[in-house]
């Protein structure tokens, strides 16, 4: 009987090791995939087309819009006299439009967050009658366009007598179920169970738990919902179109088309380069959104993935 010690044992294993075929390792170089590549650039290209041409355009001229190729500059660009022009047409209405805009989607999206985040706290921190039966209207809010309750909306604030205010902008924008979606599914792992009652054992009371502590642990989700509803106010047409009937409070959307429709029609104030500060108020109208993208980005990323993820 042949003794295998344990060396000649080791030697052995060791020798089987080697020569099995040992997987390869792949550069990643290699691991690319030409065709998502493709698709991706393909993506980027369809995002940024727009704003590029949005960009090429505001240098020209109305002529120059219509006899030039479109993804590139004219022999003349004017970008500073179209800024210019844009800001001074009217009696320099532009910068109101462009005042009204910020007021309406920055009150719109704070008061937005702040009572999605108190009410999605609500929901997953509170168990009350008809708990389940109230979050289910909530996501069957979340289905409803938001133009088929413009009518209704609009018939509401006329007997409220708050039509052709800022208000009938504003208060219908403070409503977000997804807002509240959001809010509900970030709070139930964002704010830990014993840290409120912790806090409720040192005698703190249910509203400065969600001041002083719950809001903190949101900050992320708060920033996320602002977003959302910042883009939205901020793009919103149809809302501001039938509530509003005094120019001087119209946002940027329905002041931008109603300089549109002045230059196809050639109405009252309409000049020859009314197209080109159309194009131009456009571009304006984009920066503060771009700007606030790049510098909310994070919080925005990070809340978003942690609500489109339940635990």
């Known amino acids: 009987m042949t003794t295998v010690t344990p060396a000649a044992a080791t030697t052995a294993t060791a020798k089987r090791v080697e020569a099995e075929p040992r997987p390869s390792r792949r550069s990643p170089a290699r691991r690319r995939s030409?065709?998502?590549?493709?698709?991706?650039?393909?993506?980027?290209?369809?995002?940024?087309?727009?704003?590029?041409?949005?960009?090429?355009?505001?240098?020209?001229s109305t002529q120059d819009l219509f006899n030039t190729f479109g993804l590139w500059f004219s022999h003349a660009p004017q970008l500073l006299s179209n800024i210019r022009a844009t800001?001074?047409?009217?009696?320099?209405?532009?910068?109101?439009?462009?005042?009204?805009t910020v007021l309406y989607a920055g009150a719109s999206a704070l008061g937005a967050a702040l009572l999605a985040a108190a009410a999605g706290y609500g929901f997953a921190k509170y168990r009350f009658r008809g708990h389940g039966a109230a979050f289910n209207l909530v996501l069957g809010a979340i289905m409803i366009p938001t133009?088929?309750?413009?009518?209704?909306?609009?018939?509401?604030?006329?007997?409220?007598?708050?039509?052709?205010?800022p208000w009938a902008v504003i208060l219908p924008s403070l409503i977000s179920p997804f807002?509240?979606?959001?809010?509900?599914?970030?709070?139930e792992?964002?704010?830990?169970?014993?840290?409120?009652?912790?806090?409720?054992?040192?005698?703190?009371?249910?509203?400065r738990i969600f001041c002083t502590?719950?809001?903190r642990l949101l900050a992320p989700g708060l920033v996320t919902v602002i977003l959302f509803t910042l883009v939205a106010t901020w793009n919103n047409y149809f809302l501001p179109l039938i509530m509003l009937n005094d120019p001087n409070l119209y946002p940027i959307t329905v002041g931008l088309s109603s300089w549109a429709?002045?230059?196809?029609?050639?109405?009252?104030?309409?000049?020859?380069?009314?197209?080109?500060?159309?194009?131009?108020?456009?571009?304006?109208?984009?920066i503060p959104l771009v700007l606030a993208f790049l510098l909310l980005q994070r919080y925005w990323q990070s809340g978003l993935a942690t609500g489109g993820v339940k635990q």
């Not at 792992?189 to 509203?207: F, H, K, N, Y």
């Not at 230059?263 to 159309?278: E, P, R």
Request: hydrophobic residues 55%; proline residues 3%.
């Open 34 to 60: 030409t065709p998502l590549t493709i698709a991706m650039l393909a993506v980027l290209a369809y995002f940024l087309l727009p704003l590029f041409w949005l960009l090429i355009a505001s240098t020209k």
């Open 87 to 100: 800001f001074t047409q009217d009696d320099g209405v532009f910068g109101r439009w462009l005042l009204n």
């Open 147 to 165: 133009t088929a309750l413009a009518i209704p909306t609009y018939l509401l604030f006329a007997k409220a007598g708050l039509v052709n205010t």
């Open 179 to 187: 807002g509240l979606y959001l809010m509900r599914i970030y709070a």
């Open 189 to 207: 792992d964002a704010v830990p169970d014993s840290l409120i009652e912790a806090a409720r054992m040192d005698g703190a009371g249910e509203l």
């Open 213 to 215: 502590i719950a809001l």
């Open 261 to 286: 429709a002045q230059a196809q029609n050639g109405g009252a104030g309409a000049s020859s380069d009314m197209l080109a500060l159309v194009v131009t108020g456009s571009l304006i109208s984009v």
